[in-house]
């Protein structure tokens, strides 16, 4: 019995390539990132979030946190490509960063995660698809470009809340102007409000449930993060399975 149980887990660690590493074929591995999610001060904005994406093939499971935004407000999220990377400062002299301030840092829209449809970059500034809240949690898998796979994979993809209230009205109005990005828009709408890199994830694969962004099991770590630690993870999982199949195993054989 026991060489039977052994030798059926061993068989399915290694149909899903996470017994050794680098046993996986390419097509079938799986790579998570997680992204702090900082204010973009110089916007009055004093909120903050979380991001973590697991990534098998081109198909993404995405899960968002954020707190602490304008409330009653779409917030438009967007993954940033082809860049340096980074997010615009947190706080400027010169005054709000706006729109197109920070793209030489952050990049060009890779994908745009709205809550249902397209998700390509033409659906970036669809306001009506993104959460409208403050604070949400959001959760959605789509297929990504192969250039923002290769973004994750070498560190410069960054993920972009927009919409601000930089004059306090409680909405997004007209009175600081237009937005750069599409004129029909108050610029308040697409102005940075929470910026992070992605970086390789210490916990393996997406979390489940609401993610705590204030600490915890599931709070955001520090930077790093290496194959080595992402298979550990894996090959934790799959003891932790073992266990719960020999248990299965022993009720039903007693």
Partial sequence: MRKTLLTALAASAAGIGLLTPGSASAAAETWSYQAALNPVTANQVSGNGASWISVTGNTAEIQIQVNGLLDG???????RIDAQGSCPAQAEPSGPISGTDGQPLH?????ALTTDGDSSPAAALALSQFPAAGSYTYSRTIDLDQQVVAAL????????VQGVDLNGTGSYDAVPG????????PAEATDPALCGTFEP?????????????????????GAGGTDSAIAGAAVALIISGAATFVRRARRTAG
Wanted: charged share 10%.
């Fill in 153 to 160: 994979r070498n560190g410069t993809a960054v993920l972009l």
């Fill in 73 to 79: 407000a779409p917030h438009a999220q967007t993954i």
């Fill in 201 to 221: 994830m210490q916990m393996a694969g997406v979390p489940a449930g609401p993610a705590d962004t204030g600490g915890g099991s599931m709070a955001i770590q």
């Fill in 178 to 185: 237009a937005s750069e990005l599409d004129p029909t828009l």
């Fill in 107 to 111: 990049g060009a829209v890779g994908a």
